[in-house]
């Protein structure tokens, strides 16, 4: 225990002081965008990792909450009413997205969050008139909080490093919540669940209503960091890409979507420099790591450091699948 | 005007079905949402177009030849990547998502970033005037091939062994099984053929859509909301499901451009309140 909160504050050390040890601005801008893709990801492994439902439409959110900011600024709005509308217009897509696609569970899930997502998308390409089409919206300003200018990066990412601070913390009081319990119960057994009186429904669509929280945040943060934001962040592979992550790094953990967040961002930021297309070398990460590494890296790596040889217990997301939901 | 419109919509309609059925039985039979469906219409499309454009292959040929091709393929996919993952819907499923990635990239390198237009087969070109009105011959062509498929499909299912034979898997697996049927060959078999449907609808939509980079993940949506609208594995379903989706997009597109994509989820939202099975599904026991 000593030893956890020991590498957790030289975790913390080691990242407040990325500005310090990492070369450049443009590195510190890579580590802001990790940052903000660990939160989407833990977003989207809420879901998928305690609650058993795997979203391909989070990017719906995540860029309803990037256009909303960015159409507000554009509209003239302060940034704290620019954040306030974006936050609270992405909760309110969050439950129509959550109340539709709870309509069923696993494949069906997946099927409605999948075809929402694309909806999103398909506004954002062709209602022109607020979103600007394939053209986008460029976001001239980053806010100034206590007169702090986050348009230095270093700075731009000390903010995004606490607001990522608070999320993870409350992602962890949250999950070791009694609702946090509750939820991987709606996981396990839902039926026994319902029989023990819980309401099901309502468990899931607050974990969705959480889910879209954080997302929002992400989106948020995103287009601050970006200064612009287009169609192809509301796209398909833009909801893929926190699946894989938390996938890759271990569903059902915290630490594991985060650091899957940084290896698939890394490895696309060095794979930019040499291929131009990062959607083939995105499809294949996903076919490798499902075909061979369904647990995920976090969870891999502590069972091979606990030296557990016992039967490797399958990846609480691919059981969550296997147990059959009627279609 | 709304004659023309009217008739676009059907044919959309039918291109739809020729899509969304083969998705349907494979979701219907394997429970897996087959996420490479939109890639296969479009590669059917660009092989299609390639043997039309640069060969000069004869237009329905090409069609056949691209059907084939894109049911090897699936089939490949089925044999050697989703049955090593049998029983995990979870990893099937992003399998078939990481594999249309790939096929979207691959496409781009080999076909580049211009649309394909194909022309359609010169006996079906221009129009036939009837009652006054214009009717673009092609398109009358494609909405009676898709109700030719939709009937032998029907046939098919209904009334040869190897749709007993696939009913019965998608009612019950485990019993099929059990009564001797050999269900993975079963997977096989409706894989490639979905496959084949798709690749051919592919084609059959080069000279209407053309075929252009990003073809897959725009009609991939479309045959998911076709599914949710009519049911998994149910034909009727499809066929009633890709008319009606043909006609809101067709007319969305003309009305409401700029919103065209998002009344396709107007169906979708009454379907799944009033009736989450589908309007031609079955309920969950």
Redesign the interface.
């Known amino acids: 225990m000593i030893a956890r909160r020991a590498l957790i504050g030289l975790a913390a050390v080691l990242l407040a002081a990325v500005p310090l040890w990492v070369p450049g601005n443009y590195d510190i801008s890579v580590c802001s965008e990790i940052l903000i893709y660990a939160i989407f990801a833990l977003s989207v492994d809420l879901l998928i990792g305690f609650a058993g439902l795997v979203s391909l439409g989070h990017a719906g959110l995540f860029s309803l909450a990037g256009y909303t900011l960015a159409v507000c600024l554009g509209a003239g709005f302060g940034q704290p009413a620019a954040i306030a509308l974006a936050l609270a217009v992405t909760l309110a897509g969050t439950a129509v997205f959550a109340a539709l696609s709870l309509r069923t569970t696993g494949v069906g899930f997946i099927m409605i969050t999948l075809a929402l997502g694309q909806i999103m998308w398909g506004l954002a390409y062709r209602w022109v008139g607020l979103t600007g089409g394939d053209n986008g919206i460029s976001v001239a300003s980053r806010p100034a909080p206590f007169g702090i200018s986050l348009a230095v990066p270093s700075h731009f990412y000390e903010a995004t490093l606490i607001v990522f601070a608070f999320a993870v913390f409350a992602y962890r009081v949250f999950i070791d919540s009694p609702f946090g319990a509750s939820l991987r119960g709606t996981r396990d057994q839902p039926r026994r669940m319902s029989a023990l009186g819980y309401n099901v429904w309502m468990i899931r669509f607050s974990a969705f209503m959480v889910s879209g929280l954080l997302a929002a945040i992400a989106g948020i943060l995103f287009v601050f960091r970006a200064e612009f934001i287009s169609p192809p962040t509301a796209a398909l592979t833009a909801s893929a890409e926190p699946v894989l992550m938390a996938i890759s790094g271990g569903s059902g953990t915290i630490l594991g979507p985060i650091v899957g967040a940084a290896l698939v961002e890394i490895v696309k930021n060095i794979a930019s420099a040499y291929i131009t297309r990062w959607n083939m070398l995105l499809g294949a990460t996903f076919v490798v790591i499902v075909m061979f590494m369904p647990e995920g890296l976090v969870p891999g790596t502590m069972r091979l450091m606990r030296r557990g040889f016992g039967p490797r217990p399958p990846a609480p997301a691919a059981a969550a699948a296997e147990r059959k939901t009627p279609p | 005007m709304w004659t023309i419109l009217a008739i676009n919509s059907v044919t959309f309609g039918g291109l739809l079905f020729l899509l969304s059925a083969g998705f349907s039985l494979i ?2 039979l394997m ?3 087959n ?1 490479t469906h939109g890639s296969m219409f479009m590669l059917g499309g660009y092989i299609g177009g390639s043997l039309i454009a640069t060969y000069h292959v004869p237009f329905w040929l090409a069609a056949l030849l691209a059907a084939a091709a894109v049911a090897a393929f699936g089939g490949v996919i089925e044999r050697f ?1 989703l049955r ?2 049998a ?5 099937q ?3 078939t ?10 496409s ?2 080999v076909w580049g970033g211009d649309p394909l237009s194909v022309d359609a087969p010169r006996a079906l070109a221009g129009g036939t005037r009837a009652l006054g009105v214009f009717f673009p011959t092609y398109r009358i062509a494609v909405i009676l091939i898709a109700v030719a498929i939709a009937a032998i499909l029907w046939a098919m299912l209904d009334r040869t062994r190897l749709g007993a034979m696939i009913r019965a898997g998608v009612d019950d697996p485990e019993m099929a099984r059990v009564v001797g049927i050999r269900v993975s060959r079963l997977f096989t078999i409706v894989f490639c053929l979905g496959a084949a449907l798709a690749g051919f609808g592919g084609v059959m939509g080069a000279p209407i859509l053309s075929v252009y980079p990003g073809l897959d ?1 725009a009609m ?2 479309l045959a ?2 076709v ?2 609208l009519g049911g ?2 149910s034909l009727p379903g499809s066929l009633v499901g890709s008319i009606v989706i043909g006609f809101i997009y067709n007319f969305g597109l003309v009305m409401v ?6 009344i ?2 107007l169906p ?2 009454l379907v ?2 009033l009736r ?1 099975q589908g309007l031609f599904g079955r309920a ?2």
């Open positions: 979701f219907g429970r897996v949402p996420l990547l090593r993952l029983g995990s819907v979870l990893a499923v992003l399998v998502l990481g594999i249309a990635f790939i096929v979207s990239d691959f781009l390198m993940f991939l949506p998911l909301v599914v949710i998994a594995g451009p700029q919103l065209a994509y998002f396709l989820f979708m939202v799944l309140v989450p969950a026991p």
